[in-house]
């Protein structure tokens, strides 16, 4: 039976669009990706969160790995990630940064002295500026900077050990290399 | 047609969250680059449009860069370098989105041309062959 | 127990499906009644079973058991007992349920309609409904069961997400599943007319009412959604062209694109094949709309959890089906054809055209919608299409259209236009484009071309519709139902038009830094920070800002935004506060504490934006009266004659 062209087409063009599905399916929808994965981390220096006098920055950890957790005492998250981090702090492998975005000083360190500090320092960004140049969007967000200064991980949401086991431990280096 | 639809999308309502400008043209541009970028916390609103923080934020990074004098290209890097292409609410215009920017184009005039043909075909049957003019689909 | 008793019938279900879908298909291939007999009886038992299953799961939320995974996930012991039934279909597996329950009422439905219509074809459409039915149970007890239970069960529930928590959930979901899924109908149909190789046109009769009834609730469920989107997400947005609300937009263009080809067919059995095509396409359009909303290959705000293991089953279901389907349009629709013809300004032209602007516009949504997709794909980067591209892009085909509509509706069939019907032609539009110039003066004080062309489009529209029941009363013609509900959701669009030019042309946005009694003025209105106080609901706490409105000091309205943080945690939301009116909406929304007493507060003026909404009533209204026209009341009769059927393979 001869078929003429033109009433092919659309179960042609159908089939062509479940060929995109299929590769689409299995590219990793979902989650927005970062940009700044395998990219130098953003460099910064702020005034430590609780002495203004002190600053904090990308400089004071150069050539090691180190985490830089984003959180504000305005969200909720980080709330229920704290318990998670003051582990990973008592492990000892890699030290915690916290980036304080658009928070109230005093507010934090309350929060600190209450619920423990997991930070071997804590930046303060009140507007926001290093956040973004982070591409922050929704605390908590917590990335690992390898010793090359690059960003290795990035997780958006509140950690939680497993989520450290799987997808940080492996990138850390190992212990008594670089630290 | 279309200058007259861009000349809309510029024009579109006031959306002044603080007037940043004193200089109309360079508020207008500043209103389009806000609502060309997209509200990441919300992500169903543009910056423009949102009320959360973040979004006043990156409207504020808009309005220092463009005191600058980035051009909009720079300012669309500016976003993309660390919020992804996600970002951007217009896409490029790119050798990639050629066939997204000359679509409007080629499928309304592709759909013209098809019922022309058919139109004519079925205006000269009409017109040679009186009879099929009678011809109905209906229930007896 | 329940849960289980809900599991087990839409087991029973599904048996039944493949009943229905086994025999009326074989029984209808084979000429066997009693074969074709059981398939009808299976769709009553499908539909019993279905609603069972649907009502366990209800009982289930409505007596906050926890033990069920799905009820945990998604309610909670303080959510008050209307929102608790409208989280069943809050979610996935839910939801499901709900498309489910939908098809086996819209196949009870046809099945007890169709009892004039010959036995062999009522079975093939009752069968490929089946078939249809068989997919989506199928998912459900394989990969999206709502009855999964959740041992140890949990104290408490996570709770709804507060953004559905309002009555516009409860309905718009039932509503637009309800248009999505009668969609089928048509489908069935034109499947049926393509496995028979029939050659008549009848079957466009049988399809169009039932085609009218569920375009008709997506009019109305598409409309219900933006509504909601403007009040509960507190940003005054009414359409953001997401891929999911583009979801729901493609198949209601190709299903208005149907209507309009199937009236052409059912006169003058024209464009059968095209026809057949369209009805195949608005079910699909429906189906990719679910794949694409569950499957996580597009990011959007609405999609529901996404899971590699559920995309490749609707990808494989949407193969199916809709490979299916166009491989039959491939190998019988060529054999369609028809000698009629007509003159250019005839009313098939019109319509033909309506066709060709009407999918040119799914065609750019669809290309819009799917581009990131096939970026990513081919590896050429990651594309965003957003607003910028579709609001612009979506005028070129539309601007014609509504010129066009003005001038189609008046068309004879098979002849052009009259000569007189010129001339009133032309005087209307002088009157629109009048009429816009002046709304754009009186109104808004500016007269802009792209807000001039939006107002005289709207008032073409309304005026062109208005014209037509004017004259045929006056020469005392009748007035029949069809044409009564052409004329109403005609004229619906043209006001729909006329509020979206309104908004986007004239609306205007500000945020303010207010503390208490301070004041800031926009469009003329003054909004004063009144007051500020703590709320408590069900199950949120939160604070409430009284905005006291007032134009050249007349007290108009005292708006009531809340900030409201949920107990079950998450992001603050924000209820607006909007007094509607027939010429704009005043809106105010809490934005974020600045300290010192101030807040941050957006105002809003939205000028004519009821008359979307109201518009998109008018559309569905108008769809109602035409559905009821006598011609379709009539019971159905085939005779031999135009039966017609190719000769088997």
């Known amino acids: ?179 | 047609m279309l200058a007259a639809a861009l000349f809309f999308a510029v024009a579109a309502g006031a959306v002044d969250t603080g007037q940043r400008f004193d200089d109309q043209a360079q508020q207008a541009r500043y209103e389009r680059l806000i609502r060309d970028l997209r509200c990441l916390v919300c992500r169903s609103e543009s910056i423009a449009d949102s009320n959360a923080t973040l979004a006043a934020d990156l409207r504020r990074e808009v309005e220092r860069l463009m005191r600058e004098g980035k051009s909009d290209a720079e300012i669309h890097a500016f976003m993309t370098e660390r919020y992804g292409d996600f970002v951007l609410l217009r896409p490029p215009v790119a050798p990639r989105t050629w066939l997204l920017w000359a679509a409007p184009a080629l499928f309304l005039v592709g759909g013209l041309a098809a019922v022309v043909v058919v139109i004519r075909r079925r205006a000269l049957a009409a017109r040679d062959n009186p009879s099929s003019l009678d011809e109905e689909a209906g229930e007896p | 127990m329940i849960p289980e008793l809900g599991h087990f019938a839409l087991i029973l279900a599904l048996l039944l499906s493949a009943t229905q879908g086994g025999f009326s298909l074989g029984g209808a291939a084979r000429g066997n009644h009693a074969w074709m007999a059981a398939g009808r009886s299976a769709v009553v038992g499908q539909f019993v079973f279905t609603a069972v299953a649907f009502a366990a799961l209800a009982w289930s939320f409505a007596e906050r058991d926890f033990s069920v995974l799905y009820v945990a996930a998604n309610s909670n012991s303080q959510l008050p007992l209307f929102y608790r039934i409208a989280a069943v279909w809050g979610a996935h597996e839910g939801s499901l349920l709900l498309w489910s329950l939908c098809l086996a009422g819209w196949t009870l439905a046809v099945t007890a309609a169709s009892a004039s219509l010959d036995a062999p074809f009522r079975s093939r459409v009752i069968g490929i409904l089946g078939l249809i039915s068989i997919g989506f149970q199928l998912f459900m007890l394989t990969t999206s069961n709502p009855f999964d239970r959740l041992m140890p069960a949990a104290a408490e529930g996570q709770d709804l997400n507060p953004l559905l928590q309002d009555f516009a959930l409860a309905v718009h979901p039932p509503i637009l599943y309800f248009g999505y899924v009668g969609f089928s109908v048509a489908f069935a149909f034109a499947c049926a007319t393509l496995l028979e190789g029939r050659l008549d046109a009848a079957w466009a009769r049988w399809t169009r009412p039932w085609t009218l009834a569920a375009w008709l609730f997506l009019t109305i469920g598409i409309a219900l959604g933006s509504w909601w989107a403007y009040y509960e997400l507190g940003w005054g947005g009414w359409w953001f062209w997401d891929p999911v609300e583009n979801a729901s937009f493609m198949p209601w263009l190709a299903g208005t694109a149907l209507i309009h080809s199937l009236a052409v067919t059912e006169k003058r059995g024209l464009f059968k094949s095209w026809t057949l095509l369209l009805a195949v396409s608005a079910f699909s359009l429906s189906l990719l709309g679910t794949f694409l909303v569950r499957s996580g290959v597009l990011i959007s705000v609405h999609a529901f959890a996404t899971d590699p293991a559920r995309g490749i089953f609707i990808l494989a279901f949407l193969t199916v089906v809709i490979g299916g389907a166009l491989a039959l349009f491939a190998w019988r629709a060529p054999r369609l054809n028809s000698a009629a013809g007509f003159e250019v300004t005839s009313r098939e032209s019109f319509l033909l055209f309506n066709n060709a602007f009407l999918v040119a516009a799914l065609s750019l949504i669809l290309l819009g919608t799917l581009y990131p997709l096939f970026m990513d794909a081919l590896e050429l980067g990651k594309v965003s299409v957003g607003p910028p591209y579709f609001d612009l892009v979506f005028l070129v085909p539309m601007i014609p259209l509504l010129a066009l509509l003005g001038v189609g509706m008046h068309a004879a069939w098979k002849r052009g236009l009259l000569g007189s019907m010129r001339v009133r032609l032309v005087v209307v539009a002088a009157g629109s484009l009048a009429g816009a110039l002046i709304i754009g003066a009186a109104a808004y004080g500016d007269i802009r071309p792209m807000s001039t062309v939006g107002f005289a489009l709207g008032l073409w529209v309304m005026l062109s519709s208005a014209l037509i029941p004017v004259m045929r009363l006056r020469s005392r013609q009748p007035l029949p139902a069809a044409v009564v509900g052409m004329v109403v959701a005609h004229f619906g669009i043209g006001l729909a038009t006329l509020g979206i030019t309104g908004v986007q042309s004239f609306k205007i946005e500000k945020d303010f830094a207010l503390g208490i009694g301070e004041a800031a003025t926009i469009a003329g209105y003054e909004f004063k920070f009144a007051a500020l106080r703590d709320v408590r609901g069900p199950n949120y706490v939160g604070v409430e800002a009284d905005i006291v409105v007032s134009r050249a000091a007349v007290p108009v309205t005292v708006l009531k935004p809340q900030k409201r943080l949920y107990n079950s945690g998450g992001n603050p939301l924000s209820e607006a506060g909007i007094e509607v009116g027939a010429a704009r909406d005043l809106f105010a929304a809490l934005g974020d504490e600045l300290g010192q007493g101030r807040w941050s507060v957006r105002l809003q003026y939205k000028p004519l934006i009821r008359c979307i909404w109201l518009g998109a009533i008018l559309v569905a209204l108008g769809g109602l009266i035409a559905a009821f026209d006598r011609r379709y009341r009539a019971p159905v009769t085939s005779t031999a004659g135009d039966r017609a059927v190719a000769p088997a393979r």
Request: glycine content about 10%.
């Open chain 1, 1 to 179: 039976m001869k078929l003429p062209s033109r009433f092919i087409l659309p179960a042609a063009a159908f089939a062509v669009l479940v060929a995109f599905f299929v590769i689409g399916l299995q590219r990793d929808p979902g989650t927005i990706p970062s940009p700044l994965i395998g990219r130098s981390a953003p460099a910064f220096s702020l005034e430590s969160l609780g002495d203004p006098a002190w600053r904090v920055g990308t400089a004071d950890f150069a050539g090691r790995a180190w985490l830089l957790n984003v959180w504000a005492t305005w969200c909720a998250g980080c709330r229920d990630e704290h318990e998670a981090l003051l582990a990973i702090a008592r492990e000892n492998r890699v030290p915690i940064v916290g980036l304080n975005w658009r928070d109230d000083r005093s507010l934090a360190l309350g929060w600190l002295a209450q619920l423990g500090n997991p930070y071997a320092s804590v930046a303060y960004d009140p507007e926001g500026r290093t956040a973004i140049d982070w591409g922050v969007y929704g605390a908590p967000e917590t990335f690992l900077v390898g010793a090359d200064g690059r960003v290795l991980v990035k997780h958006i949401g509140p950690l939680t050990l497993d989520v450290w086991q799987r997808k940080f431990v492996p990138l850390l280096p190992s212990p008594g290399e670089g630290t």
